[in-house]
């Protein structure tokens, strides 16, 4: 058999990051070719190349598929190809039925008229190939994630599939669910369809895997043959970390005081499937002058755990207790949280953290009104020498604070979301991916506001999915994996490997 | 009072930095809040010419006031509603409501008309509190439960009046609407109470816009070129000079006319300088980012519904003492003209954006327009296209500007 794909020498980049830097990938017919690698280390970039999300002229490179070049403009290219890709959110209408969701843009029609005989017959020979046992006419919101993946699946093949691309397709299922699955790719693989598996789930890649290649940092750094499951995860793993850390982080002396902030036996339930933990029986100290990491996945818990905390702005039937200096303390909504003296700086700062439309110095005092306000009326005076004062000190580069937030680039706008809770005034700082999308030479200025924040004794949170970021400015790290801490490492001694082991090893027990 | 806003509103918005072509960028960045004031006084100017100068006639600008007193009462509350991200469409139904309430309490039962008129209030706040409650804490579109409550409001003037119009009301209780500021000077065919009014507001508006001026001068680099500021603020003064000088001689400041300035005042102040009006902004421009910030969103979107109910009940009462009679036709479709003043004036229907003088500078184009468009003898059936398209070139006017920026 031949080689279905080659991408030669793809590099994409976008302003001031290279997010691929000459990537080669080739995929043989009827193969299982898993893509590893860390949360931003180029993977889904690569797919929305080879998909046309990304279309021809954007990216440096040649893609062949089936032996010839193929130029892209629009992920309808790349379907009609025989290309199809299925995301980790998945594009399903949920009030359209299964037929409809399958033939959707594809509709078995005459003229315009939609013929459903035809069309529920096809379906039903479709589900049949993917085992789901469902009427074509049950409406995609009635059924579980599982089935809904292979609704997805389904989808595919009705389009003639010659290379099905999954990203994080278990992510989200149960045991059963992605046995199924798994299941399903080998069949398909019987079948002559070649399929590229994106996951972080290295046993199950182990397990149908024919070919493993590992991307870091926007590079392919290694291709592992691992038919017949010859490769270790620690192989793997070494790859997917394995990066130096030189002096990216601001050194700093740790003060290390009291314990001002802790969290006993939190629990919180997903808000749509309230059997679901998304937090489980979760308890973490802080002390003053101290950076802890929490370390995890994506879709780990993690920010479902802050957010929760913060005025429980996540879940339901939410359980534990939060205690400030040793005394419980109520967290029930947004303001007594602040109140408290807890603040929490969304990972979304677009969504979550910025009235965009607005002012730098209206976006300042917008958690701490008071601050600047005689009673109800607003001082501008105040607010101008508040806004001033932050622009100097953490080194908001802008032309005037009246100018719109939308305007700055990203990091600066995450030094306005930090200098919004800065004037909040918290004992507590909850740091959700302080540098998600921003640039090297930023990022090294949010380490050095974390380390001065916690010189001045502080407690800080950092959530981040970038281990390395984690390593470079905490003290100490909890590990996090599906809703529950599965470790607890002091920084000196914990290394990436040691963070991933924990993770992969907690996500055997299940 | 209104310069000093307009010039509050535009000192927080930004733009480039550099003194060469400083007037130009500062025209381009600032043509909306320019370009509304332009049109008004240009349609004011078109109308004047084409009726042979009764648009500016003492009693005919008299007459633009309480034909408009209550489209801008309420303007102001839909404001506050559209900035926070919603929309209401039951006012014209409140608005014919409260009246028909306000006829049956005053007219059939003997009510004192006072107690009757903070009864209607009351009960205007607490319509409003109703449709507030659904919206804000049930997350029901506020367009489906305001165009239920415009339904279910119709409905209740019709079964309060029985179909039939109720009145007349006490004199006492018409002077809201037709009474004038007495003439206490005893000046004969000259006001002077309304006079001396009218230049105390000019003189507080111009030390307020100087004030503000002087303080903000230097603290940020969006300062409003001299030659604009000073033509800015003679036209308007030079305006409303004229408008008390033209009222005067006839007779004098109507009560709805104080009233109104008042509550544009008090909005004006609300929207910009408090923090409640800081919230409002906020909740539009991002109610999750605001939530996050320990805002209580919901709270406050509840009350800007209660707040619209209650003005809309004070328009009712303005509306029922200047017909003299409730009918059950009244503020059939009202709605649409505050909205559309809104919309006028600037304000954005994805929420956030807009100002209370704009609201009302926006009210008087489409007052301006009805009036002269009526002096012309246009039929209604003109006058509603053209109306239409007005509010279309000016929402097409702030997208074209919006896109450019």
């Not at chain 1, 690569?46 to 062949?64: F, N, Q, R, T």
């Not at chain 1, 303001?335 to 700086?345: E, K, L, P, Q, T």
């Not at chain 2, 209607?120 to 049930?138: K, S, V």
């Not at chain 2, 100087?210 to 903000?216: D, G, H, K, V």
């Amino acid at each position: 058999m031949g080689t279905i794909l080659q991408m030669r020498e793809i590099t994409k980049t976008f302003p001031g990051v290279i997010a691929l830097d000459n990537v080669n990938l080739s995929v043989e017919e009827g193969e299982i070719h898993a893509l590893v690698g860390e949360n931003g280390a180029g993977k889904s970039t690569l797919m929305k190349v080879l998909s046309g999300v990304y279309p021809h002229g954007s990216y440096d490179g040649i893609i062949e598929f089936k032996g010839e070049e193929c130029r892209f403009s629009g992920i309808a290219d790349s379907e009609k190809r025989g290309i199809i890709i299925i995301h980790q959110e998945l594009a399903l209408v949920p009030l359209l039925s299964i037929a409809e969701n399958i033939f959707l843009g594809n509709e078995r029609a005459n003229g315009g008229v939609i013929d459903w005989s035809q069309t529920f017959g096809r379906t039903r020979e479709l589900l049949a190939k993917v085992g789901l046992k469902e009427s074509p006419q049950t409406r995609v919101t009635d059924l579980g994630l599982g089935k809904q993946q292979l609704v997805e699946i389904a989808k595919a093949l009705s389009k003639e599939v010659k290379l099905l691309i999954l990203d994080e397709p278990t992510s989200s299922l149960n045991e059963t669910d992605s046995e199924a699955l798994l299941k399903l790719l080998l069949e398909f693989k019987a079948a002559g369809i070649s399929s590229i598996l994106i996951s972080h789930k290295l046993n199950e890649i182990s397990k149908v895997a024919d070919t493993i290649t590992v991307l870091r940092d926007g590079s392919a750094v290694s291709t592992l043959d691992a038919d017949g499951g010859n490769v270790s995860e620690a192989d793997i793993i070494r790859d997917m970390v394995g990066r130096s850390l030189n002096d990216r982080y601001p050194p700093r002396e740790p003060k290390i005081g009291e314990t001002i902030f802790e969290v006993k036996n939190w629990t919180a339930h997903h808000p749509q499937h309230s059997e679901r933990k998304v937090c489980d029986d979760v308890s973490f100290h802080v002390k003053a002058g101290e950076v802890v990491g929490i370390a995890g996945l994506m879709g780990a818990g993690r920010t479902e755990l802050a957010m929760s905390l913060f005025g429980k702005s996540y879940g339901v039937d939410i359980s534990g207790e939060v205690r400030m200096h040793g005394k419980a303390v109520d967290v029930s909504t947004v303001n007594r949280a602040i109140n408290a003296g807890i603040c929490y700086a969304t990972e979304d700062r677009k969504t979550y953290g910025l009235v965009l439309d607005d002012t730098i110095r209206r976006n300042i005092p917008l958690a701490n009104l008071d601050g600047i306000a005689n009673g109800i009326v607003v001082d501008e005076n105040r607010e101008l020498a508040v806004a001033g004062d932050y622009r100097q000190r953490i080194r908001i580069k802008c032309s005037s604070t009246a100018q719109e937030v939308i305007n700055l680039s990203g990091g600066n706008q995450q030094k306005v979301v930090l200098a919004k809770w800065l004037f909040a005034g918290p004992e507590v700082l909850i740091l959700d991916e302080p540098t998600r999308g921003i640039d090297v030479g930023a990022k090294y200025e949010i380490y050095a506001i974390i380390a001065e924040l916690a010189k001045t004794g502080k407690a800080i949170v950092v959530i981040s999915s970038e281990m390395p970021e984690l390593l470079g400015v905490t003290d100490r790290i909890y590990v996090m994996n599906e809703g529950r801490f599965v470790g607890e490492l002091p920084t000196k001694d914990a290394s990436q490997e040691k963070i991933m082991s924990l993770i992969i090893r907690s996500g055997h027990r299940n | 009072m209104s310069q000093d806003v307009i010039h509050q509103s535009s000192a927080a918005k930004p733009a480039p930095s550099g003194t060469a072509g400083a007037s130009a960028s500062f025209i381009r960045k600032h043509m909306r809040e320019y370009g509304i004031l332009l049109a008004l006084i240009a349609i004011m100017a078109f109308f004047q010419i084409v009726t042979d100068g009764i648009l500016l006639k003492p009693i005919n600008l008299t007459n633009l006031i309480l034909q408009n007193s209550y489209v801008i009462i309420m303007a102001l509350g839909m404001l506050l509603v559209i900035v926070s991200g919603h929309i209401d469409l039951s006012v014209g139904s409140v608005l014919g409501f409260v009246g028909a309430l306000a006829a049956v309490m005053i007219v059939q039962w003997d009510m004192n008309y006072i107690l009757a008129g903070v009864i209607c209030l009351a009960i205007g706040a607490l319509i409003g509190a109703l449709q507030g409650y659904w919206i804000a804490y049930w997350k029901i579109p506020s367009f489906i439960v305001t165009l239920a409550g415009m339904l279910v409001f119709k409905g209740l003037t019709l079964w309060v009046l029985a179909g039939q119009s109720v009145g007349p009301f006490p004199r006492g209780f018409q002077l809201i609407s037709s009474g004038f500021l007495p003439d206490v000077f005893g000046i004969k065919g000259f006001n002077l109470l309304s006079m001396l009014l009218g230049l105390a507001v000019v003189a507080v508006m111009l030390v307020f816009a100087l004030r503000s001026r002087f303080r903000n001068r230097g603290s940020s680099h969006d300062d409003e070129p001299a030659l604009f500021f000073f033509g800015r603020n003679f036209i308007l003064a030079a305006a409303i000079v004229y408008i008390t000088w033209a009222l005067s001689t006839f007779r004098g400041f109507p009560n709805v006319l104080v009233v109104m300035a008042l509550l544009i005042a008090v909005y004006s102040f609300i929207t910009t300088r408090t923090t409640i009006g800081r919230r409002i902004y906020a909740v539009g421009g991002n109610e999750k980012a605001t939530r996050l910030s320990g805002i209580n969103t919901e709270r406050l979107v509840f009350l800007t519904f209660a707040n619209m109910g209650m003005l809309a009940a004070l328009a009712g009462l303005v509306f029922a003492a200047r017909l003299n009679t409730a009918t059950p036709k009244a503020g059939l479709g009202f709605e649409l003209d505050v909205i559309a003043a809104v919309f006028i004036g600037g304000a954005s229907m994805a929420g956030g954006v807009g100002t209370i003088i704009g609201a009302v500078i926006g009210a008087f184009i489409m007052g301006v327009m009805n009036n002269g468009m009526s002096i012309m003898g246009i039929g209604i059936d003109y006058q509603q296209v053209i109306k239409g398209l007005v509010l279309l070139l000016a929402v097409i006017f702030d997208v074209y500007n919006k896109n450019r920026a």
